[in-house]
């Protein structure tokens, strides 16, 4: 096999990847999505941090609850939106509470002072610690003049740093989820790397299939490059990655059910190609038991290399699969017009 060869062969190989990946992703996507889990560890966190009263307030609060359409759950939480509905529901209690006494009329909107007496009131519903944190930023911003700047900012970068082992948490979780669909999507499908690298390498023409079906991907923009980058945000939902729009989120999340069809037709046009994908007639028939033992012991390291492999995600098998596109069809260079070796038959 020469040079070229070789490297159908290695395309060929990840772009098999590539399609179980895509297909591992939607099904991760799809149970994240079916058990609310970024929204139910973002809910409790809040419940666990505030106590029930205040967290669920906090839940309601319209400038939280506006960021999801109706009947769902926030599952990201801007850090300038939780400071500013964290605030105002403490001077809001306040308020009310000032009003039921049958006090003076106070202003419904907080400035520096109001806001201390809001949070110096018994009744605020914040956790001691919590009360004591934000009374001590205050006292602080004192000295520059009595601004909310500093509270708002203490509050931002304590919320960004929860947030940040919340997300910790949560990777953890759907790692686990990932292995896990990895492994049933790898034996669902006897996906078998040492099987399907022995049959590129005795099957030459179906590499060469395979590595130019992966070149169609990497070019072809309007399926395969806008799927990649619906891909990647639902990736980067998925692992908390706190920079991703709520609206895009949702936006991709509704597009790219759309297409789910993907993964299915991904995997069709591999079957089609009779790749030894599947466990019809994958059991050989042998006559001695060490050969059976043999036989189990490289389908155990191959459908492992496999699983290995799958965990990387689509879009990383995508980016590599276009790097050795880009070798490949650099060394696939035309033909001369012209070659001055061939002998030339004189005339007559």
């Known amino acids: 096999m020469d040079n070229l060869g070789i490297l159908d062969l290695v395309i060929g ?12 992703t939607a099904v991760v996507e799809g149970i994240a999505q079916f058990k609310d889990l970024r929204s139910g560890y973002l809910n ?10 205040l967290g669920d307030s906090l839940l309601e609060h319209g400038l939280i609850k506006g960021l999801t359409p109706k009947s769902r759950k926030a599952d990201y939480i801007p850090a300038h939106v939780f400071s500013a509905a964290l605030i105002d529901l403490i001077y809001c209690k306040f308020r009310e509470s000032k009003q039921v ?6 202003s419904g909107t907080y400035d520096f002072d109001r806001l201390e007496a809001a949070l110096l009131y018994y009744d605020n519903l ?6 004591h944190y934000l009374l001590q930023a205050l006292e602080e911003s004192k000295t520059s003049g009595g601004s909310l700047t500093l509270i708002k900012k203490r509050l931002e970068d304590w919320y960004g740093q929860a947030m940040e082992r919340l997300t910790g948490a949560y990777k953890k979780r759907t790692r686990y989820m990932t292995w896990i669909v990895a492994i049933l999507v790898t034996f669902a499908t006897n996906a078998d ?6 049959y590129l390498e005795n099957n030459p023409e179906v ?10 991907a990497t070019k072809d923009s309007t399926l395969y490059q806008q799927n990649m980058e619906k891909l990647k945000v639902i990736l980067s939902k998925m692992e908390g990655d706190t920079t991703v729009n709520q609206d895009s989120i949702v936006n ?4 790219w059910k759309e297409n789910q069809e993907l993964a299915n037709s991904l995997y069709k046009s591999l079957y089609n190609m009779g790749l030894p994908l599947g466990w019809k007639n994958a059991i050989p028939r042998e006559d001695a038991v060490w050969d059976y033992v043999k036989w189990g012991c490289l389908k155990i390291i191959g459908l492992l290399i496999t699983a290995l492999a799958l965990t990387l995600g689509a879009p990383f098998w995508f980016d590599t699969i276009n790097k050795l596109v880009n070798i490949r069809s650099a060394g696939n260079k035309p033909a001369s017009a012209t070659n001055p070796k061939v002998n030339q038959t004189p005339a007559g």
């Open 13 to 24: 190989l990840f772009f098999i990847y590539f399609v179980l990946s895509v297909i591992c």
């Open 193 to 198: 790397t040492v099987v399907l690298s022995k």
């Open 252 to 255: 991709v999340i509704s597009k």
């Open 126 to 131: 914040l956790p001691v610690d919590m009360k």
């Open 207 to 216: 590499s060469k299939q395979l590595a130019d079906a992966a070149e169609k």
């Open 44 to 53: 409790q966190w809040i419940r666990d941090a505030f106590g029930e009263n």
């Open 101 to 106: 006494e049958g006090e003076d009329q106070i």
